[in-house]
């Protein structure tokens, strides 16, 4: 019998490692690389617990290389999907009644195979599968995904801990049930952890879970799956489903049993599914939760106090590291005039020792954006841009996708502060400056603010405490995440809780105790020792 009180001791950050040349770490990775191009493998769905094949297969692809074939993968339909519902619904009563500390363990050790024996083979597959480089790799789909596994784990507990007040000859209690139903996840192609935190997050939380990892990014993802499987995951909690978009659409979000979607990707992609659930909200069993995170138009704003050379750095890794696709890369700054000279000499200087190209090459900074979709996505924002009177290309824009997907850093210099590509996401290696009068502060704030309709991250530089104080009171709704003197990208779960508002989506910040709140079901109790018996009350005997 289960007597006794658990504890999950409290985590810290996984330590990220430097893949200094020769070091035993970059060594290992750059073997598993060439092991993984020399020999493509087929990606099955995982539903119950069983390997599943259908009829319609895709290539996996290396963004940097895109006639390197990493294997192929299955597609699920519409019969797949409704199996993996069955399959979690099935799984659901004895997954949600298993002691807490059980599910937790399974998540635990996930997290050490993962930055143990794992730690290459995943690497490798995220470096391939979605062009990053060691680095970046590195703090993804090793540390990140690590700490989202063993904080969770943690805030789970702490939250199980929360109970009510009681009085005298009462007893108040909670219990923290999964929800009512199934929980749906839809991740991105740039962040592995991702795709792990939203399936994982709300099956630690005792619900069962489909998961449509991207189309690109479904080896990574597929590993990460493995490694949930050998650590003792029971079949059924969470389903592995790569499928079209649409088809998750159409069968699983109208779906009664739909309890929870958690979901990172465009805010359009989020709009549409918001309206379904509304439009089909008398057919579920039980509102469902809806998280997400998605668009940003993410800012760096600087005072006429900043230090140029924190501010430049910041400008070239917050614009193109990861080539810009980072939910929070930067993709406009406001410069004021009298800092721009040193500013742009200082961009030329950085940009020009930027190296880009394929992931083996680990002198490069910058890789291939993810396929060809983006790739000419980008390219018409920059085509736009050389047309435009309004605006010039300053450093970079140019595009070659004869071998990879690549784009150039570039920096469009902006007439103004409403341009086009100022305004609306890019998702790609592009930043675009615009050069405000030191006498129009006020003005330009609250153009930064109100321009665009995101609200995810954002930075402000200063030395000056006082200009500091009136950025971020006058930004306080611009960033979900905002940052003073430092890039607005790089979020570490349990430091900095990751999320947005207003058109970057519900902010139930990852990386947090708030984000696991969504995927409980709250029941209070109340037990009284001693009932009444007697049905007057007192004041009733006035004669």
Partial sequence: MNNAYFQVKPPVNEPIKGYLPGSPESVALKAELEKQLANPVEVPLIIAGKEIRTANKANMICPHDHQKVLGQY????EQELLMAITAAETAREEWENMSWEHRATIFLKAADLLTGKYRAKLSAACMLGQSKNPFQSEIDVICEMADFLRFNAYFVQEIYKQQPLSTDGVWNRVEYRALDGFVAAITPFNFTSIGGNLSTAPAMCGNTVLWKPSSTAVLSNYYFMQILIEAGLPAGVINFVPCRGTDFGRVVVPHPRMAGFHF???TAVFNEIWSQVGQNINNYVTYPRLVGETGGKDFI????SADVDALTCAIVLGAFEFQGQKCSAASRAYIPASLWPSVKKRLEEEISKVKLGDVRDFTNLMNAVIDKNSFDNIKGYLDYARQSADAEILIGGGCDDSVGYFVEPTVILAKTPTFKTMVEEIFGPVITIYVYPNDQLEETIKSCDTATGYALTGAVFAQDRAAIIKLAKALDHAAGNFY????PTGAVVGQQPFGG???????????????LYRWMNQRAIKETLVPRTVVNYPYMTEK
């Fill in 484 to 487: 003073i003197n430092d890039k």
């Fill in 501 to 515: 508002s207003r058109g970057s989506g519900t902010n139930d910040k990852a990386g947090s105790a708030i984000n």
């Fill in 74 to 77: 299955y597609i699920a339909g």
């Fill in 301 to 304: 704003f600087a005072h006429e």
């Fill in 264 to 266: 990172t990707g465009s």
